[in-house]
């Protein structure tokens, strides 16, 4: 007869046993309690789609090099080269072209532009400060021609205190163009049919698109003049 006295062999799991066939269940490190809103309970390689956080002490990434400017050759420029020999030279820049010209040929380039290479229309006038050269100005016409559907800068290096002759009796758009030009920068026009301040009061003080121009110190100075109040900058 069978022994009843002993237990029944529990039948096998196919999980590995310890000494003297005890069970022993695979190690599982615990992973602590996380409070909701608590990400770093959590390691980061955990967190399913997680992308892995930089070193801190990663190198920058260098620098790009700023484009250079590179010659530009065209029909046009071969046309005005022959005229103008080296009073003009030609760049383009990020796909923008335009010209370098002598102050001296200004504003007969810009004639034979309008009349010659049919660039009817001066979109703007505009400047660039740069305090620390002895030419402080690039002053710049962006012209746009509606036959060629071409769009060219002609920019031209003046001293401070130069005056400009206006190309007003070019294209007449002009005429507000330099005006805003002289109150930003107090570039004068010659021949302007009336050159005042387009944006500022007639009183104000300075250009405010100069470099060197201190734009706090002169709106309190015209705000307490004028309006008899503390200004708000």
Not at 175 to 190: H, K, Q, T, Y
Not at 202 to 214: A, I, N, V
Request: glycine share 6%; charged share 20%; with cysteine.
């Amino acid at each position: 007869m069978p022994d009843e006295t002993k237990s029944p062999t529990p039948p096998s799991t196919g999980e590995p046993k310890g000494p003297a066939g005890s069970h022993t269940p695979p190690s599982v490190e615990p992973v602590p309690a996380q409070k909701p809103g608590d990400t770093a309970a959590v390691p980061n390689s955990a967190v399913p789609g997680a992308v892995p956080k930089a070193s801190a002490h990663a190198p920058a990434a260098p620098a790009k090099p700023a484009p250079a400017s590179q010659p530009w050759n065209s029909p046009l420029v071969d046309r005005l080269k022959r005229q103008y020999g080296s009073g003009l030279e030609a760049h383009t820049y990020l796909g923008q072209n335009y010209f370098v010209a002598d102050f001296s040929l200004i504003p007969e380039a810009l004639t034979v532009l309008r009349d010659q290479e049919q660039f009817d229309y001066c979109v703007d006038i505009t400047a660039v400060h740069y305090p620390e050269r002895e030419k402080q100005f690039d002053l710049i016409w962006i012209l746009y021609s509606h036959p060629l559907n071409e769009r060219i800068r002609v920019k031209a290096c003046i001293a401070d205190g130069a005056s400009v002759p206006s190309v007003v009796s070019i294209w007449p758009t002009a005429n507000w163009l330099e005006r805003e030009v002289f109150d930003m920068f107090g570039i004068r026009f010659d021949g302007h049919p009336d050159l005042k301040r387009i944006l500022l009061p007639d009183g104000w003080k300075g250009h405010p698109l100069r470099k060197d121009y201190g734009i706090i110190q002169q709106d309190n100075e015209w705000v307490q003049i004028n309006l008899g109040i503390e200004s708000g900058q």
